[in-house]
C-alpha cells in the first residue's frame, strides 16, 4: 500500500456521493433503489475513495470493503449508533445505519462482485519485455 493522489478516483467518488445523496433526499420512496441500490453503490464509493489516495492491490481492497460492510452491517444487529450516543436522524446515525438485515450484506457482495469483474475487465495483461 502506497500513497498515490488520483483525480480520476476522486471524481468517480464525489459522482457516486452525489448519486447516493440523490438516492437518500429524493429518490427515497422508491423501495428498490434506496433499500437495494445504495448499499450495492456505496462499496463502490468506498473503492474509488480509498484509491483515489492509496495504490493498493484491488483483490485485498475489494475483500476488505466488504469486511468491513459485513462488520457495520452486525454492528447494527447490536444498536451501535445509538450505543455511541448518536440521535436518530443525526448524520452519523443515518450514516451506521440502524437496522441489520442478511439483504444489505447481499447488496454489499454484489457490488464487490461487480467491481471486482469491472477491475478484472479493465485490467491491462502484462505486456512481455522483449530483448
Do not use: H
Amino acid at each position: 500500500m502506497k500513497f498515490q493522489y488520483s483525480l480520476k478516483y476522486l471524481l468517480v467518488s464525489i459522482v457516486i456521493f452525489l448519486i447516493e445523496v440523490l438516492i437518500a433526499t429524493k429518490l427515497k420512496d422508491i423501495f428498490f433503489i434506496r433499500a437495494y441500490l445504495g448499499d450495492v453503490i456505496v462499496v463502490m464509493l468506498l473503492y474509488t475513495l480509498v484509491k483515489s489516495f492509496l495504490r493498493i492491490n484491488n483483490e485485498k481492497l475489494i475483500f476488505g470493503i466488504l469486511i468491513f460492510s459485513c462488520f457495520v452491517e452486525f454492528a447494527q444487529y447490536f444498536n451501535i449508533a445509538e450505543k455511541l450516543g448518536f440521535r436518530p436522524g443525526s448524520l452519523m446515525y443515518i450514516i451506521i445505519g440502524n437496522s441489520f438485515s442478511w439483504i444489505d450484506i447481499l447488496c454489499y457482495a454484489a457490488g464487490c462482485l461487480l467491481i471486482f469483474i469491472w477491475v478484472k475487465l479493465n485490467s491491462r495483461p502484462q505486456q512481455a519485455i522483449s530483448d
